[in-house]
């Protein structure tokens, strides 16, 4: 039979690979000690061996000509492997845990990751044959995870190391994650009132464009730890200047050298979106808005800003993402956040307590990439 579904039967085939050549789980009798592998055909045993009813399903599948009721097949087959294999290592890492000691630990390996990350890829692949939609696939996506997320509020992955070092530092987290929250709504308003009337005087004024994008094209060059280090002596030279600055949390280090690197970070590809939004406007249009009588002012506020919003949402977008992963790196000049969990785990050469700042900055990232696609979903929606 002709292979139909490449893309379904190479990434089918990668995920057989993964979770039956890879190490599926680690068990140490400590986080601190490097531990025993465990396959996934140990523990392959009861319950468990219903992970081989989706395999089965992609298999047969990914031999059969696409379509869009297999692609739906496909991606629940997909959720269904996903699924299961978060439930396999949830289980055994409660009966390793019942046998053990309490220190001891048990983490996904990279059989398990790389299972889980295939998977998703799956599910999206199948989710864009099911639909052109943006907005439709997008809710999909979010559907695949939906078991996931009931099976960890459900107690279920409590065991895993990783959920243990979430428990004993809860309200480190939480306190991580309101900071870095923080970070970036004081690292986008800032750079929304500099950004936005930068890239109009830029469309408006060949002679300002080529200074103003060459000197945020040096800015972007700058390294950002280097940038980090060059802020702390002007802003702790200015707090002491100035008390007043001082007593609300202006110093060499901590949030506020943070927001203003992240800031000038943030300009260019800002004022690039802006300039490309509002070029993006057909001139027949703005000269039948003149020819209405509208003012400049009319024709900026009701015809080139909402024409150009989506490319003007998606610098913003951009922005948003890159701020969400570069705060990590201002955890080094004390501004907090998940970067301090990050760099706290590779000081003490905990695996599980660096992936407890990794993954909810990579889910972060995805909620705040996703969320503007959606919106500007949204809007293409609307204007048919």
């Known amino acids: 039979m002709a292979v139909k579904h490449r893309v379904l039967l190479t990434l089918f085939m990668l995920l057989l690979l993964a979770a039956f050549g890879l190490p599926f789980l680690s068990y140490a009798p400590n986080r601190l000690l490097s531990g025993k592998s465990l396959s996934l055909f140990s ?53 390793l845990a019942q046998e053990g000691s309490r220190l001891a630990r048990t983490s996904w390996g990279s059989g398990c990751w790389l299972t889980m990350a295939l998977s998703l890829l799956i599910a999206a692949d199948a989710m864009a044959r099911i639909t052109a939609s943006h907005l439709w696939r997008m809710l999909g996506n979010a559907l695949v995870l939906v078991p ?48 936005v009337p930068l890239g109009v005087l830029c469309f408006r004024s060949e002679r300002w464009q080529r200074p103003i994008f060459s000197a945020l094209n040096i800015i972007q060059t700058v390294p950002s730890i280097a940038l980090f280090g060059l802020l702390i002596a002007p802003l702790a030279g200015l707090a002491t200047a100035v008390p007043w600055l001082a007593e609300h949390g202006v110093s060499g280090i901590g949030m506020a050298p943070a927001i203003v690197a992240l800031v000038l970070y943030a300009l260019l ?57 570069m705060a990590v790196v201002a955890a080094l000049i004390g501004a907090g956040g998940f970067g301090a969990i990050v760099f706290q785990g590779l000081l003490s050469s905990a695996l599980d307590l ?31």
């Not at 506020?301 to 993402?321: D, E, K, M, N």
């Open 43 to 95: 523990l392959l045993h009861g319950p468990a061996l219903w992970l081989l009813l989706p395999l089965a399903a992609l298999a047969i599948l990914s031999l059969l000509p696409p379509t869009r009721g297999r692609a739906l097949l496909a991606a629940l087959a997909a959720c269904g492997v996903l699924t299961l294999a978060l439930w396999i290592s949830g289980q055994a890492a409660e009966r």
């Open 148 to 195: 996931p997320v009931l099976l960890l509020f459900g107690h279920q992955l409590d065991q895993l190391s990783l959920l243990k070092e979430y428990h004993n530092r809860q309200e480190v987290f939480d306190a991580a994650l309101l900071q870095h929250l923080t970070i970036l709504l004081a690292t986008m308003a800032p750079a929304l009132a500099i950004g």
């Open 269 to 325: 590809p800002l004022v690039r979106s802006v300039v490309a939004g509002l070029q993006s406007v057909p001139a027949g249009v703005i000269e039948s808005a003149t020819g209405m009588g509208l003012t400049r002012g009319q024709i900026f506020l009701r015809v080139q800003l909402p024409l150009a919003l989506p490319l003007f949402l998606t610098g913003v977008r951009i922005l948003a993402v890159q701020t969400v992963g």
């Open 354 to 384: 660096v992936l407890l700042g990794v993954i909810p900055v990579v889910m972060m990232a995805v909620i705040v990439d996703s969320l503007f696609k959606f919106w500007v979903s949204i809007l293409d929606v609307s204007r048919r």
